[in-house]
């Protein structure tokens, strides 16, 4: 026996304990440990019953992610679930914590599911973009139906010990206390009355044929909207039609030809690395030196579109949150704006209105700031403006306790100068939320010069209390995010007035994998926004910079975008999506003859590549302005910030699977046309010079 899995007869039942922490990956050792303790228990007659169980955090987190992309060795873990199911002594799954892919996988083969309450259970192989490749997808649907087990398999989700039981998933929650001692004594009673192994292959979930086909259909339906441009959903929907109309081995079959297309793929690859990236975010300089300080309650300041998402960020979080605007007329909106959150989730179900009782219950709200003065920690979300925020933090400064932690939502203003316009500028920080607070996932947290280790510590702590992507950022004009959005923007722009049209600009991006093209995006958001920001950046701009005025005519037209019914697309009547405007285009027409362009065509793959170089180029001066700490954190930034599509890993991981090299000839190439705009980073240079790509400086600094 492997160390990592470990037998022992107990009562006549053989007990298969894995144990290889944190989570029970089934790597190669614990698949080989689970072949041979299921022989053994197979050869061993004294053997009446086989629990298998896990110790630590949870059962199984299923396949070792580690291991993926390597050489695959012996068994492969649906060999295992094979001879599991295959036993003929009664196997029971005790379940804790958490059995996800390859672990539920594990489960479904055993005949009988016990699981501990508070136990998560789910196939998130697609996140992976992967699909469940031990048998899941033939023995799930068997057992739970069609229906159910797309809806688990295509979101990935995790359904409760309770949902799971309802699903008929398991067979019973044990009580609190000692659950192998539970699943032990079950296994002597089956196998004192007889029970035979009762087999997931054999279950009847897909007797009703064409309603299987249906619900095949109705899933089948939605998932080219939902996954523009992934494999495995479908290859997830083409496997259960298998187990549908073929026999389990066929089925089985097909499942292993779906999975070795998606584990060989770009997108695994990508999603892979989005995955150990948003875990590896969170390994920053300061994580050693700093300890967070308690946060419970939280004083927001200002209850606009930001302050009233942080608000309601805070307080699906359990924290108790005081809003603090200007007058009473301001506040009454900030707190409608709150209010208005969760009248919709209550009028779509979603919460009860007891539930809406006791969340508002931890809200309050006021117009003089003494109301923060036992406040854990403040976020400011006034208008973005440097006089009024100092103003603020003047009045936080004097009113606040010693150790509250001092925040600023500001989207681009130096957070150094707001820090150090006070007396104490070792508790300022900027958290830095993205629209709609309480949705979006990233939070950059924006590290100022003087700011203590403690303060930076309680920013990423905060992030994991409001389930949020914590990235650190350091001080500069956009931080990480925006100030990459700016120069990609820009170079959107200048296809616009070069040739091309904002829907073909839209639609390429969309193909690619953005959830929204830049100029929906731009409707969605308001136009006036930026264009305030334009404005406000007019005075200080390079005056050689070529300066696209596009928007600016929309909005001087007022065309703002979706709420003033147009913007680049028109929306009659409130239409949520946008029509392509025959107006738009004739203006962007007339401004190109105005400033004596010829308008040139670009292919969609031209357009892309232009945005991509733009992003990339700007996101390796990021890095080596030391903005950003790794290419993993910008990959993070891009995907749960501004709609990067995450199969593709983000856009650093992008660049080096197009090649580094490839990428810096086009910004070349376009540096003849604008060489001030497409200055080729040295970074990139340098990196295209030593043969390295991005990964190579994710793998270098570890700040755990
Ligand atoms: N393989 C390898 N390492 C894993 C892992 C896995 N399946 N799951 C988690 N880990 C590691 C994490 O990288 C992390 O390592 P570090 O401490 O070194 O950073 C550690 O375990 C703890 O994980 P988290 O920080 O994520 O802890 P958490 O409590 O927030 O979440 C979790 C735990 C829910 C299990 C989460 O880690 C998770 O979702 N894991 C992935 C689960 C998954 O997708 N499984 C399917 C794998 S594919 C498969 O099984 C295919 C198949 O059919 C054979
Ligand atoms: P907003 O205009 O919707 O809200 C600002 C609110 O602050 C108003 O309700 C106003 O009454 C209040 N306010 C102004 N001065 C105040 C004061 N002295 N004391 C108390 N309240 C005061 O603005 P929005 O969009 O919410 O932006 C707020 C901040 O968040 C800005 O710094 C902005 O740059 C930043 N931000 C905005 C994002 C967005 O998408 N809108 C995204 C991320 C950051």
Redesign the pocket.
């Known amino acids: 026996m492997t160390a990592v899995v470990q037998q022992a007869l107990r009562d006549g039942v053989s007990v298969i304990t894995l144990e290889d922490p ?2 029970n ?3 190669i050792a614990v698949r080989r440990g689970l072949a041979q303790a299921i022989a053994a228990a197979q050869a061993d007659d004294r053997v009446r019953a086989v629990v298998i169980h896990g110790t630590g ?2 059962f199984s ?8 992309g390597r050489a695959r060795e012996q068994p ?3 060999e295992v679930c094979q001879a599991v199911e295959a036993c003929t002594r009664p196997v029971i799954a005790a379940l804790h914590g ?1 059995a ?4 539920l ?1 594990l489960a479904l083969a055993a005949h009988y599911r016990i699981a501990a309450p508070g136990t ?1 259970l789910g ?3 697609v ?2 973009g ?5 048998g ?1 997808t033939q023995r799930l649907p068997r057992l739970i139906g069609a229906s159910a087990a797309l809806d688990l398999m295509l979101s ?1 989700r ?1 359904a409760g010990a309770g949902e799971a039981l309802a699903l008929g998933l398991i067979d019973r929650i044990a009580v609190e206390g000692d659950l192998l001692e539970q699943a032990v004594a079950w296994a002597n009673a089956l196998s004192a009355s007889g029970a035979p192994p009762r087999r997931s292959c054999e279950a009847q979930g897909l007797a009703d044929r064409a309603a299987s086909l249906a619900a095949l259909e109705t899933a089948r339906a939605g998932l080219a909207r939902k996954f523009r441009g992934q494999v495995a959903p479908f290859r997830i929907a083409d496997a259960v039609q298998a187990a549908i109309e073929q026999p389990f081995e066929e089925g089985l079959r097909a499942e292993r030809a779906g ?1 070795l297309q998606c584990i060989d793929s770009p997108q695994r690859e990508g999603l892979v690395h989005a ?2 990236a948003e ?2 975010v ?1 390994q920053i300089p300061e994580a050693r030196s700093g300890t967070p300080r308690p946060v419970r309650t939280v004083g927001v300041i200002g209850g606009g579109t930001m302050g009233s998402g942080i608000a309601v960020a805070l307080l699906d979080a359990g924290l108790h949150v005081t809003m603090v605007e200007r007058d009473a007329d301001s506040l009454a909106r900030g707190q409608r704006n709150v209010g208005k959150v969760y009248d919709r989730l209550v009028a779509s179900r979603r919460l009860t209105e007891g539930d809406k009782a006791a969340t508002l219950a931890r809200f309050t709200g006021a117009t003089a700031y003494e109301a923060l003065a036992q406040a854990d920690l403040v976020v400011e979300a006034v208008f973005e403006d440097m006089a009024v925020k100092k103003g603020v933090f003047a009045e936080l400064d004097r009113l606040c306790r010693r150790d509250a932690v001092l925040a600023t939502n500001t989207s681009f203003l130096d957070i150094d100068e707001i820090a150090a316009s006070i007396s104490r500028p070792q508790d300022v920080i900027g958290l830095h939320f993205f629209s709609p607070a309480n949705i979006m996932k990233l939070l950059e947290i924006v590290v100022p010069r003087q700011v203590a280790p403690d303060v930076v510590a309680t920013g990423f702590a905060l992030a994991d209390t409001l389930r949020k992507v914590p990235v650190r950022a350091g001080v500069c004009d956009g931080f990480i995010g925006n100030r990459i959005l700016y120069v990609y923007r820009e170079a959107a722009s200048h296809m616009l007035e070069d040739g091309a049209s904002p829907y073909q600009i839209d639609q390429a991006l969309e193909d690619f994998g953005y959830a929204m093209g830049p100029y929906r995006t731009a409707d969605l958001t308001g136009g006036d926004i930026s264009w305030a920001a334009r404005k406000r950046k007019a005075a200080t701009r390079d005056p050689r910079a070529r300066y696209v005025r596009i928007a600016d005519l929309l909005c001087e037209r007022g065309w703002f975008g979706q709420k003033t019914g147009r913007g680049f697309y028109q929306y009659p009547d409130g239409a949520r999506t946008g029509r392509h405007d025959p107006e738009v285009l004739a203006l962007i027409d007339a401004e190109r003859a105005e400033r004596g362009i010829r308008p040139r065509a670009f292919t969609d793959e031209q357009v892309v590549r232009r945005y991509m170089a733009a992003l990339v180029n700007e996101a390796a001066k990021v890095l080596q302005d030391g903005i950003a700490l790794r290419p993993l954190d910008i990959d993070v930034t891009m995907v749960h910030g501004y709609g990067f599509p995450r199969w593709r890993g983000g856009p650093m991981k992008y660049a080096d699977t197009v090649g580094l090299a490839a990428l810096l000839a086009d910004i070349r190439e376009y540096e003849k046309e604008d060489p001030l705009f497409w200055q080729p980073a040295p970074l990139l240079v340098g990196l295209v010079q030593r043969g390295q790509d991005f990964d190579t400086l994710n793998q270098g600094s570890s700040h755990a």
């Open positions: 944190p989570v990956a089934l790597g955090r949870g987190a299923g396949a070792d992610i580690r291991e993926f492969w873990m649906g958490m996800l892919g390859g672990g996988e998560r196939l998130p192989e996140q992976l992967l699909l469940p490749g031990a899941g990935g995790h999975f995955f150990f875990r590896r969170r």
